[in-house]
Protein backbone atom coordinates (compact mmCIF):
# COMPACT_ATOMS: atom_id res chain seq x y z
CA UNK A 1 0.00 0.00 0.00
CA UNK A 2 1.45 3.14 -1.20
CA UNK A 3 -0.44 6.23 -0.26
CA UNK A 4 -0.31 9.79 -2.30
CA UNK A 5 3.28 10.74 -0.90
CA UNK A 6 5.29 7.64 -1.50
CA UNK A 7 5.03 6.61 1.90
CA UNK A 8 4.90 2.43 2.15
CA UNK A 9 1.86 1.87 4.79
CA UNK A 10 2.90 -1.31 6.68
CA UNK A 11 1.92 -0.42 10.30
CA UNK A 12 -1.37 -0.91 11.47
CA UNK A 13 -2.40 0.28 15.40
CA UNK A 14 -5.37 -1.29 16.43
CA UNK A 15 -7.43 0.03 19.37
CA UNK A 16 -9.88 -2.70 20.44
CA UNK A 17 -11.48 -0.56 23.41
CA UNK A 18 -11.86 2.84 23.99
CA UNK A 19 -12.25 1.84 27.99
CA UNK A 20 -9.36 2.03 30.54
CA UNK A 21 -8.83 0.64 34.33
CA UNK A 22 -6.81 4.25 34.78
CA UNK A 23 -7.88 8.00 34.21
CA UNK A 24 -4.54 9.62 33.36
CA UNK A 25 -5.01 13.06 33.50
CA UNK A 26 -3.29 14.27 30.23
CA UNK A 27 -5.51 11.53 28.54
CA UNK A 28 -8.76 11.61 29.95
CA UNK A 29 -11.16 13.47 32.15
CA UNK A 30 -12.54 11.45 35.40
CA UNK A 31 -16.14 11.01 34.13
CA UNK A 32 -16.09 9.44 30.53
CA UNK A 33 -18.58 8.15 28.81
CA UNK A 34 -17.21 5.36 26.65
CA UNK A 35 -18.77 3.78 23.61
CA UNK A 36 -21.58 1.11 24.07
CA UNK A 37 -20.30 -2.32 24.28
CA UNK A 38 -22.84 -3.34 21.15
CA UNK A 39 -21.09 -1.02 18.82
CA UNK A 40 -17.67 -2.57 19.10
CA UNK A 41 -16.52 -4.94 16.69
CA UNK A 42 -15.95 -8.42 18.15
CA UNK A 43 -12.58 -10.15 18.68
CA UNK A 44 -13.59 -12.13 15.74
CA UNK A 45 -14.34 -8.87 13.48
CA UNK A 46 -11.41 -7.36 14.72
CA UNK A 47 -9.41 -10.77 13.38
CA UNK A 48 -10.98 -10.21 10.03
CA UNK A 49 -9.42 -6.75 9.89
CA UNK A 50 -6.51 -7.21 10.80
CA UNK A 51 -5.79 -10.11 8.34
CA UNK A 52 -7.26 -7.68 5.62
CA UNK A 53 -4.52 -5.71 6.61
CA UNK A 54 -2.05 -8.29 6.21
CA UNK A 55 -3.00 -9.45 3.43
CA UNK A 56 -2.33 -6.55 1.42
CA UNK A 57 0.77 -5.65 3.17
CA UNK A 58 0.45 -4.67 6.58
CA UNK A 59 3.51 -6.11 8.32
CA UNK A 60 3.31 -4.58 12.17
CA UNK A 61 0.56 -4.64 14.22
CA UNK A 62 0.43 -2.95 17.53
CA UNK A 63 -2.59 -3.45 20.20
CA UNK A 64 -3.57 -0.37 21.90
CA UNK A 65 -6.75 1.27 23.06
CA UNK A 66 -7.93 2.20 26.28
CA UNK A 67 -6.26 -0.38 27.78
CA UNK A 68 -6.19 -3.67 25.54
CA UNK A 69 -6.00 -5.76 28.36
CA UNK A 70 -8.82 -5.05 29.93
CA UNK A 71 -10.61 -6.12 26.96
CA UNK A 72 -12.60 -9.63 27.75
CA UNK A 73 -10.94 -12.62 26.01
CA UNK A 74 -8.75 -10.17 24.69
CA UNK A 75 -5.91 -12.98 24.46
CA UNK A 76 -7.59 -14.69 21.68
CA UNK A 77 -7.25 -11.81 19.56
CA UNK A 78 -3.67 -12.26 20.04
CA UNK A 79 -3.55 -15.96 19.72
CA UNK A 80 -5.66 -15.81 16.49
CA UNK A 81 -3.52 -13.18 14.72
CA UNK A 82 -0.39 -15.01 16.06
CA UNK A 83 -0.67 -17.46 12.91
CA UNK A 84 0.09 -14.50 10.75
CA UNK A 85 3.70 -14.26 12.22
CA UNK A 86 4.01 -18.31 11.72
CA UNK A 87 3.54 -18.21 8.22
CA UNK A 88 5.94 -15.07 7.99
CA UNK A 89 3.12 -12.52 6.57
CA UNK A 90 3.55 -9.97 9.65
CA UNK A 91 7.30 -9.66 11.29
CA UNK A 92 5.76 -7.94 14.51
CA UNK A 93 2.62 -8.23 16.78
CA UNK A 94 2.89 -6.44 19.71
CA UNK A 95 1.08 -3.91 22.45
CA UNK A 96 0.96 -0.96 23.94
CA UNK A 97 -0.55 -1.07 27.91
CA UNK A 98 -0.81 0.44 31.25
CA UNK A 99 0.70 -2.36 32.38
CA UNK A 100 -2.24 -3.09 35.33
CA UNK A 101 -3.36 -6.24 33.50
CA UNK A 102 0.48 -7.72 32.90
CA UNK A 103 0.75 -9.39 35.96
CA UNK A 104 -1.77 -12.64 34.20
CA UNK A 105 -1.22 -11.95 30.70
CA UNK A 106 2.12 -11.36 30.39
CA UNK A 107 3.60 -15.63 29.42
CA UNK A 108 0.46 -15.55 27.16
CA UNK A 109 1.44 -12.27 25.26
CA UNK A 110 4.77 -14.57 24.68
CA UNK A 111 2.58 -17.42 23.72
CA UNK A 112 0.59 -16.07 21.27
CA UNK A 113 4.23 -14.23 19.68
CA UNK A 114 4.59 -10.60 21.47
CA UNK A 115 8.27 -10.02 22.04
CA UNK A 116 8.20 -6.49 22.51
CA UNK A 117 5.82 -4.49 24.32
CA UNK A 118 5.20 -0.61 25.18
CA UNK A 119 4.42 0.06 29.06
CA UNK A 120 2.92 3.78 29.65
CA UNK A 121 4.66 4.70 33.08
CA UNK A 122 4.94 8.46 34.21
CA UNK A 123 6.49 7.86 37.64
CA UNK A 124 8.52 5.94 39.79
CA UNK A 125 6.51 7.67 43.27
CA UNK A 126 3.23 5.86 44.38
CA UNK A 127 1.88 8.66 45.55
CA UNK A 128 2.78 10.89 42.57
CA UNK A 129 1.24 7.93 39.95
CA UNK A 130 -1.57 7.77 41.81
CA UNK A 131 -1.76 11.76 41.01
CA UNK A 132 -1.12 11.02 37.56
CA UNK A 133 -3.57 8.14 36.63
CA UNK A 134 -6.69 9.01 39.07
CA UNK A 135 -7.26 5.36 40.16
CA UNK A 136 -3.81 3.82 39.37
CA UNK A 137 -1.96 1.46 41.79
CA UNK A 138 1.64 1.65 41.23
CA UNK A 139 2.88 -1.95 42.93
CA UNK A 140 0.68 -3.82 40.59
CA UNK A 141 1.99 -2.15 37.50
CA UNK A 142 5.65 -2.89 38.80
CA UNK A 143 4.28 -6.39 39.33
CA UNK A 144 2.84 -6.35 35.75
CA UNK A 145 6.53 -5.01 34.55
CA UNK A 146 8.85 -7.32 36.54
CA UNK A 147 6.70 -10.13 34.91
CA UNK A 148 6.75 -8.78 31.77
CA UNK A 149 10.80 -8.86 31.93
CA UNK A 150 10.46 -12.36 33.54
CA UNK A 151 8.66 -13.60 30.59
CA UNK A 152 11.21 -12.31 28.21
CA UNK A 153 9.47 -9.52 26.84
CA UNK A 154 11.56 -6.65 25.60
CA UNK A 155 10.26 -3.14 27.43
CA UNK A 156 9.80 0.64 26.09
CA UNK A 157 8.53 2.41 28.73
CA UNK A 158 6.87 5.72 27.50
CA UNK A 159 6.92 8.40 29.65
CA UNK A 160 4.75 11.72 29.19
CA UNK A 161 7.21 14.38 29.82
CA UNK A 162 4.93 16.81 32.01
CA UNK A 163 6.10 20.56 33.32
CA UNK A 164 6.09 20.59 37.32
CA UNK A 165 4.36 17.10 37.04
CA UNK A 166 7.52 14.43 36.59
CA UNK A 167 9.89 16.76 35.51
CA UNK A 168 11.84 16.10 38.61
CA UNK A 169 12.63 12.49 37.76
CA UNK A 170 13.50 12.36 34.28
CA UNK A 171 17.28 11.21 35.50
CA UNK A 172 15.80 8.59 37.86
CA UNK A 173 14.04 6.84 34.86
CA UNK A 174 17.16 7.08 32.91
CA UNK A 175 19.29 5.25 35.55
CA UNK A 176 16.45 3.21 35.92
CA UNK A 177 15.33 1.88 32.53
CA UNK A 178 19.57 1.71 31.79
CA UNK A 179 19.56 -0.58 34.72
CA UNK A 180 16.86 -2.79 33.61
CA UNK A 181 17.88 -3.04 30.09
CA UNK A 182 14.63 -0.92 29.05
CA UNK A 183 14.34 1.25 26.27
CA UNK A 184 12.99 4.91 27.55
CA UNK A 185 10.75 7.46 25.55
CA UNK A 186 10.05 10.54 26.29
CA UNK A 187 6.34 11.41 24.81
CA UNK A 188 5.24 15.15 24.66
CA UNK A 189 1.61 16.06 25.72
CA UNK A 190 -0.66 15.99 22.13
CA UNK A 191 -3.75 18.20 22.32
CA UNK A 192 -6.76 15.19 21.89
CA UNK A 193 -9.95 15.44 23.39
CA UNK A 194 -11.44 17.27 26.61
CA UNK A 195 -9.77 16.99 29.67
CA UNK A 196 -10.69 18.50 33.08
CA UNK A 197 -7.24 20.25 33.42
CA UNK A 198 -5.69 23.31 31.75
CA UNK A 199 -2.80 20.79 28.92
CA UNK A 200 -1.19 24.33 28.09
CA UNK A 201 0.19 24.27 31.74
CA UNK A 202 1.56 20.30 31.36
CA UNK A 203 3.53 20.93 27.98
CA UNK A 204 6.70 20.14 28.36
CA UNK A 205 8.98 20.57 24.50
CA UNK A 206 10.93 17.40 24.47
CA UNK A 207 14.06 20.29 23.08
CA UNK A 208 14.07 21.51 26.93
CA UNK A 209 14.17 17.69 28.41
CA UNK A 210 16.72 16.15 26.37
CA UNK A 211 19.10 19.18 27.07
CA UNK A 212 18.56 19.12 30.39
CA UNK A 213 18.89 15.05 30.69
CA UNK A 214 22.28 15.75 28.30
CA UNK A 215 23.82 17.84 31.34
CA UNK A 216 23.77 14.87 32.92
CA UNK A 217 23.91 12.14 30.81
CA UNK A 218 26.07 11.89 27.05
CA UNK A 219 23.41 11.24 25.23
CA UNK A 220 25.14 10.26 21.47
CA UNK A 221 22.11 9.72 18.86
CA UNK A 222 21.49 6.79 17.22
CA UNK A 223 20.97 6.66 13.37
CA UNK A 224 17.36 5.93 12.86
CA UNK A 225 16.64 2.60 11.58
CA UNK A 226 12.74 2.51 12.92
CA UNK A 227 11.13 4.67 10.15
CA UNK A 228 8.56 6.14 12.89
CA UNK A 229 8.17 9.20 14.99
CA UNK A 230 11.11 8.64 17.94
CA UNK A 231 14.54 9.78 17.62
CA UNK A 232 17.07 7.53 19.56
CA UNK A 233 19.97 8.40 21.70
CA UNK A 234 22.07 5.64 23.41
CA UNK A 235 23.56 7.03 26.77
CA UNK A 236 26.96 6.46 27.34
CA UNK A 237 26.88 5.80 30.85
CA UNK A 238 24.30 3.16 31.03
CA UNK A 239 24.12 1.84 27.49
CA UNK A 240 20.76 2.08 27.19
CA UNK A 241 18.44 3.93 24.61
CA UNK A 242 16.47 6.93 25.21
CA UNK A 243 14.38 8.06 22.48
CA UNK A 244 12.10 11.85 22.39
CA UNK A 245 8.41 12.15 20.04
CA UNK A 246 8.43 15.30 19.50
CA UNK A 247 4.77 15.63 17.36
CA UNK A 248 4.78 19.33 18.47
CA UNK A 249 7.86 20.63 17.99
CA UNK A 250 9.29 18.41 15.10
CA UNK A 251 7.54 17.12 12.16
CA UNK A 252 7.54 13.63 11.86
CA UNK A 253 5.06 13.28 9.20
CA UNK A 254 7.28 12.52 6.35
CA UNK A 255 8.21 9.21 7.26
CA UNK A 256 4.47 8.13 8.42
CA UNK A 257 4.02 4.66 7.40
CA UNK A 258 1.35 3.59 9.70
CA UNK A 259 -2.62 4.09 9.95
CA UNK A 260 -4.76 3.64 12.98
CA UNK A 261 -8.12 1.56 13.47
CA UNK A 262 -10.77 2.19 16.16
CA UNK A 263 -12.67 -0.83 18.04
CA UNK A 264 -15.83 0.53 15.77
CA UNK A 265 -14.04 -0.13 12.62
CA UNK A 266 -12.96 3.60 12.23
CA UNK A 267 -9.89 4.05 10.20
CA UNK A 268 -8.00 7.16 10.69
CA UNK A 269 -5.39 8.04 8.24
CA UNK A 270 -3.45 10.39 10.37
CA UNK A 271 -3.73 10.99 14.40
CA UNK A 272 -3.84 14.77 14.58
CA UNK A 273 -6.70 14.75 11.19
CA UNK A 274 -10.43 14.25 11.48
CA UNK A 275 -10.74 12.43 8.13
CA UNK A 276 -11.51 8.77 8.90
CA UNK A 277 -13.31 6.03 7.01
CA UNK A 278 -15.58 3.46 7.92
CA UNK A 279 -14.81 -0.26 7.57
CA UNK A 280 -17.41 -1.56 9.58
CA UNK A 281 -19.83 -1.45 6.67
CA UNK A 282 -17.58 -3.04 4.49
CA UNK A 283 -16.60 -6.06 6.43
CA UNK A 284 -20.19 -6.40 7.69
CA UNK A 285 -21.93 -6.02 4.40
CA UNK A 286 -20.08 -9.48 2.55
CA UNK A 287 -18.41 -12.49 3.65
CA UNK A 288 -15.47 -11.73 1.04
CA UNK A 289 -13.37 -9.49 1.67
CA UNK A 290 -13.75 -7.66 -1.83
CA UNK A 291 -15.24 -4.87 -0.24
CA UNK A 292 -13.45 -4.43 2.59
CA UNK A 293 -10.14 -4.20 0.28
CA UNK A 294 -11.05 -1.77 -1.54
CA UNK A 295 -12.27 0.47 1.08
CA UNK A 296 -8.91 0.05 2.90
CA UNK A 297 -6.93 1.01 -0.13
CA UNK A 298 -9.29 3.75 -1.02
CA UNK A 299 -8.98 5.25 2.45
CA UNK A 300 -4.87 5.49 2.04
CA UNK A 301 -5.49 7.13 -1.16
CA UNK A 302 -6.90 9.89 1.17
CA UNK A 303 -3.57 9.82 3.75
CA UNK A 304 -2.31 13.37 4.47
CA UNK A 305 0.45 14.91 4.21
CA UNK A 306 0.85 15.97 7.97
CA UNK A 307 -0.79 17.25 11.34
CA UNK A 308 -1.89 20.47 12.22
CA UNK A 309 -1.18 20.26 16.04
CA UNK A 310 -0.98 23.49 17.94
CA UNK A 311 -1.01 24.08 21.64
CA UNK A 312 -1.01 27.43 22.70
CA UNK A 313 -3.32 29.46 24.73
CA UNK A 314 -5.26 31.23 22.25
CA UNK A 315 -6.74 27.58 20.77
CA UNK A 316 -8.74 27.24 23.65
CA UNK A 317 -10.09 24.08 22.20
CA UNK A 318 -8.49 20.62 21.59
CA UNK A 319 -6.79 20.37 17.80
CA UNK A 320 -8.80 16.82 17.58
CA UNK A 321 -11.69 16.43 19.46
CA UNK A 322 -11.07 12.84 19.80
CA UNK A 323 -9.35 11.37 22.72
CA UNK A 324 -6.19 9.57 22.20
CA UNK A 325 -7.74 5.84 23.80
CA UNK A 326 -9.69 6.33 20.73
CA UNK A 327 -7.46 6.14 18.16
CA UNK A 328 -4.84 4.60 20.68
CA UNK A 329 -1.98 6.86 20.03
N1 LIG B 1 -3.68 2.41 27.96
C1 LIG B 1 -2.50 2.12 27.26
C2 LIG B 1 -1.34 2.92 27.80
O1 LIG B 1 -1.55 3.84 28.58
O2 LIG B 1 -0.21 2.59 27.42
C3 LIG B 1 -2.59 2.29 25.76
C4 LIG B 1 -3.33 3.48 25.24
S1 LIG B 1 -2.64 5.06 25.64
C5 LIG B 1 -3.81 6.14 24.86
C6 LIG B 1 -1.21 5.11 24.60
C7 LIG B 1 -0.17 6.15 24.94
O3 LIG B 1 -0.70 7.43 24.67
C8 LIG B 1 0.27 6.16 26.39
O4 LIG B 1 1.68 6.09 26.44
C9 LIG B 1 -0.19 7.50 26.90
O5 LIG B 1 0.68 8.01 27.87
C10 LIG B 1 -0.23 8.33 25.65
N2 LIG B 1 -1.16 9.46 25.67
C11 LIG B 1 -2.49 9.49 25.98
N3 LIG B 1 -3.01 10.71 25.83
C12 LIG B 1 -2.01 11.50 25.41
C13 LIG B 1 -1.90 12.88 25.06
N4 LIG B 1 -2.94 13.69 25.10
N5 LIG B 1 -0.69 13.34 24.67
C14 LIG B 1 0.39 12.52 24.60
N6 LIG B 1 0.37 11.21 24.90
C15 LIG B 1 -0.82 10.70 25.31
FE1 LIG C 1 -5.82 4.71 30.14
FE2 LIG C 1 -3.61 4.70 28.68
FE3 LIG C 1 -5.26 6.84 28.64
FE4 LIG C 1 -3.88 6.33 30.83
S1 LIG C 1 -3.04 6.85 28.82
S2 LIG C 1 -6.08 6.80 30.73
S3 LIG C 1 -3.79 4.15 30.84
S4 LIG C 1 -5.73 4.82 27.90
Not at 74 to 80: G, K, M, V
Request: overall charge positive; proline content about 4%.
Amino acid sequence: MIDPFGRSISYLRVSVTDRCDLRCVYCMSENMTFLPKKDLLSLEELDRLCSAFVEIGVRKLRITGGEPLVRRNIIELFNNLGRHLKTGALSELTLTTNGTQLPAYAEQLVKAGVKRINISLDSLDAQRFKDITRWGNHAQVMDGIRAAKAAGLKIKINIVAMRDVNEDEFNDFVAWCGQEGFDLVFIETMPMGEIDGDRTAQYLPLSLVRAKLAQRWTLDPIPDTTGGPARYTRVKETGGRVGFITPMTHNFCESCNRVRLTCTGTLYMCLGQEDAADLRAPLRASESDELLTAAIREAITRKPKGHDFVIDRTHKRPAVARHMSVTGG
